[in-house]
């Protein structure tokens, strides 16, 4: 079958984005503009999102409902407009080699498409993308002067603007390159039947292709194997979910050689592997890897609604791997003062059972919409304070390490630094939540100190 490998590069990009794909002949100017938005971030696929124009010989040829109708029979700029569903790219193509897709015509993001090649042996109805670099900007970024501002702020997190830019970019689906990904969604760019007599395959199951590649890993040589696989119980235990795409970028920036997306589900989907990550509670989901615990949240959509749109803290290798041991967790200056006080106040200098009970307050303080309160109650109940200043010194530190643990509902950061990323996020809590006055005394027009909400003088005052 004849078909076209072309390059779409982005135009006033700096580094430069591209894609490579191959598609059969005969495409309209429609079956191309949907390839492109299928292979960027753009989100015109199935419905026009915003609208596109292509101006070659004496046509310029659009989906713009607003310019075929005003148009009809008369010239837009010198040219004759047509409908981009009625003429195929071939012609075209071959006589001018390149030419310029146009975007959204607000933001005017223009994308080279050149013909490097027409190869008579490629047998698929539909489209495939052959390689790639470099992630596509986001639709109402304000085009190439937008994306470049968008850019600043995405990659600073010390800008006043970085995470409410982050939420902004993960609502509009800006993804990395995912060339597996992408290649399933371009199944559905069918407008030519499958030669299935020329394709090595067995029951319309690909086992090797020129373009395509093959559907089956095969896992026995994928190096790294023992490695990818404490990367995605560390990642869980980290951040409780991450999609498949996020874990692939951890890993391969971390890594060499890189691990694809079709290699990454055949390792997760092989007995051995998928047995090692059941043993250390880490399910695999059909975009995401999910520890255990996440099945159990109570209010599973509020959680998901809370990770939204805040950034993944992702530690440096060797501090990441320290996760896949699921009891890990950061050790922190305010941890240590917690144990010096236990020591002093209830163990007569001794820090034999100090870790059990700094480990055990850690951990209920990493559980997904914890009630703080309640944990120092908890804690506070196996002690017994002397006075209400001592008890308020103790809720003081606790404070402190809630404030500085991470957790899976910010996506591994701390509360304290969501909270420096940007004002109208998660706040930490505060360092004093009980009112202290001189002589360790609540006053009695103050908060309960058992945190029930009510007067001191109407609770425990009485």
Partial sequence: MKAYILKLSFEDITPLIWRRIILPAGATFNRLHETIQNVTNFQSTLEPYHTFGVEIDDYFITDNESILDEYKGKAYYGKTVKQPARIKIDSYLEKHRHFIYNYDFGD????????????????????TLLDGEGTAPPEDVGGPPGYEVFLEVYQDPTHPDYLSTYAWAEEQFYLPLDITWLNERLKYVKYKKTEWQHIDHDNYYVLSDKYRGAKSVDT????????????????????????????????NVQNKPSVSSSELQALLADSHYAKKLKKESVFTHKRALIHEEIEYVKNYSAFIEGTMGKPFYVPAKEELLRYADDLYYEKTSHQQKLGHMLAKDFFGGSTIMIKDEIDELVGQLRVVHVNFQGVVQDFLGRFECKDMKQMNEYIHVIAMIANSTRIWENRGHTPNEISQMGKHH????????FSIIEGGKTGRNEPCSCGSGKKYKKCCGK
């Fill in 220 to 251: 026995e040589v994928l190096p790294n194997k023992d490695l990818v696989i404490q990367y995605a119980i560390a990642c869980a235990n980290l951040y409780g979910m991450i999609e498949y795409p996020k874990f692939l970028e951890i890993y």
């Fill in 426 to 433: 998660l706040m930490p809590l505060p360092s004093t939540p």
């Fill in 108 to 127: 005017d993001w223009r994308i080279l498409v050149e013909l490097e090649e027409i190869v008579e042996d490629y047998y698929f109805g539909y489209p």
